[in-house]
């Protein structure tokens, strides 16, 4: 298979690294929910030498993101493990092995309604206080699309079957433990949310 690859990845990798080099300072072990084609991880890993790096996502996407991964490798960038919202429970290697941070990209919109409660619950229960959750992708505020691009991605997702965009106040609602210390508006109309566990 050829190898995968993601613009809006190579677009929005550094504005988004520039956050988490403030926000993932103390961080030692960073799990990334839904790699997609493995940029990020790569990419980041490189730039967050301080820190390990593990990968996950559907088993379907392991080939693609496994191509990243060989191509760009660091030490501290892990192979992706499976991870399934609402089939897998936390990864068993990262229970033994605690992560003290988590990533996700684009992920929120794509999964089911049902779905983004369980991850919040599994994320929440799963880091230490203090634990940091980093969260990107485009989201709704105050019942208001941020643009009218925004508008046409949420019905061309629901269309296909997705979620769609979340509004943030409704994710602070349905989330128990966690805290919204910061809101940053990051380039093409998206947002990156950071979480503590309290």
């Given at each position: 298979m050829s190898k995968p690859f993601s613009q809006a990845c190579e677009n929005?990798?550094?504005?988004?690294?520039?956050?988490?080099?403030?926000?993932?300072?103390?961080?030692s072990r960073v799990l990334e929910i839904g790699s997609g084609?493995?940029?990020?991880?790569?990419?980041?890993?490189?730039n967050l030498p301080h820190l390990q790096w593990h990968c996950s996502d559907m088993p379907a996407n392991h080939a693609?993101?496994?191509q990243w991964l060989a191509d760009y490798p660091s030490a501290n960038?892990?192979?992706?493990?499976?991870?399934?919202?609402?089939?897998?429970?936390?990864?068993?290697?990262?229970v033994v092995d605690k992560v003290d941070a988590?990533?996700?990209?684009?992920?929120?919109?794509?999964?089911?309604?049902?779905?983004?409660?369980?991850?919040?619950?599994?994320i929440q229960k799963n880091l230490p206080e203090g634990g940091i959750f980093c969260q990107y992708g485009?989201?709704?505020?105050?019942?208001?699309?941020t643009s009218d691009s925004n508008r046409d991605f949420n019905q061309y997702l629901i269309?296909?079957?997705?979620?769609?965009?979340?509004?943030?106040?409704?994710?602070?609602?349905?989330?128990?433990?966690?805290?919204?210390?910061?809101q940053y508006a990051l380039p093409a109309n998206n947002?990156?949310?950071?979480w503590q566990k309290c």
């Amino acid at each position: 298979m050829s190898k995968p690859f993601s613009q809006a990845c190579e677009n929005n990798k550094q504005p988004i690294l520039d956050k988490l080099l403030v926000h993932f300072r103390q961080a030692s072990r960073v799990l990334e929910i839904g790699s997609g084609t493995g940029q990020h991880a790569v990419f980041f890993a490189k730039n967050l030498p301080h820190l390990q790096w593990h990968c996950s996502d559907m088993p379907a996407n392991h080939a693609g993101i496994n191509q990243w991964l060989a191509d760009y490798p660091s030490a501290n960038l892990h192979a992706p493990v499976p991870f399934t919202i609402g089939q897998d429970s936390w990864p068993l290697e990262l229970v033994v092995d605690k992560v003290d941070a988590v990533f996700s990209a684009n992920t929120t919109h794509i999964m089911q309604r049902s779905e983004v409660p369980i991850m919040f619950d599994l994320i929440q229960k799963n880091l230490p206080e203090g634990g940091i959750f980093c969260q990107y992708g485009p989201f709704n505020v105050n019942g208001d699309y941020t643009s009218d691009s925004n508008r046409d991605f949420n019905q061309y997702l629901i269309s296909q079957g997705c979620g769609g965009l979340w509004d943030i106040a409704d994710l602070q609602v349905l989330v128990s433990g966690l805290d919204l210390l910061h809101q940053y508006a990051l380039p093409a109309n998206n947002k990156l949310l950071i979480w503590q566990k309290c």
